[in-house]
């Protein structure tokens, strides 16, 4: 096996969190606009008048909560920051619209912790298509198979292994001695 030389984090599930109970309300909304995730426009306004038209005006503050708010989960960024000290280099690689992506820029941490970011809305392309992991190989230098790519949902596991990357599946909530386990794996040992 060749050595991994980078790691691919997925962001929500894996390095943040969203409000409770309004993931799916806001998938709902994003459904109504389509190809979001891969490059088409969405806005505010945009997001307030598909609510209003499926019936959510009163709800608005919910839907609207998933771009505005999550929570950065410190303690898989701090797993993010012993994997870099090893000399592997760390980047986000997670399916969002451009709204979110740029909540997710002006107000997350990820350039402080991070070597670099990859959004589907920029690639013009979203996990689990093969395309979206040969975008980020080509554009790093390396072989799909120098990649590890850590994910919350299955699909997206398959997606990346099906690109040639080493591809597991891992939640926040699976804990970070699992984590730690699944880097060990692959040669990536924490001090």
């Known amino acids: 096996m060749q050595s991994v030389r980078a790691v691919l984090w997925d962001a929500d599930g894996v390095l943040q969190g969203t409000p409770a109970g309004t993931w799916d309300l806001a998938a709902s909304v994003v459904s109504q606009f389509p190809g979001a995730l891969t490059g088409a426009a969405i806005d505010e306004d945009g997001i307030r008048a598909v609510a209003d038209a499926m019936g ?27 994997v ?18 740029t909540c997710m820029r002006n107000r997350a941490p990820y350039e402080e ?19 979206f992991f040969e975008h980020i190989a080509s554009d790093l230098g390396l072989a799909p198979e120098q990649l590890l790519f850590i994910d919350d949902q299955p699909a997206n596991v398959s997606g990346a292994r ?30």
């Open 56 to 82: 959510l005006g009163d709800r608005i503050d919910d839907v609207l909560s998933v771009w505005w708010t999550f929570d950065v989960l410190q303690p898989a960024l701090e797993i993010v920051a012993r």
């Open 162 to 191: 099906s690109a040639g990357l080493n591809a597991e599946r891992w939640t926040y909530g699976d804990g970070m001695e699992r984590l730690r386990k699944l880097l060990d794996t692959y040669e990536i040992h924490l001090a």
């Open 113 to 131: 912790i991070l070597d670099g970011a990859y959004y589907s809305c920029d690639i013009r392309s979203a996990k689990p298509s093969a395309v």
């Open 84 to 101: 870099r000290a090893t000399g592997v280099s760390c980047y986000l690689a997670t399916n969002q619209d451009s709204y979110r992506a």
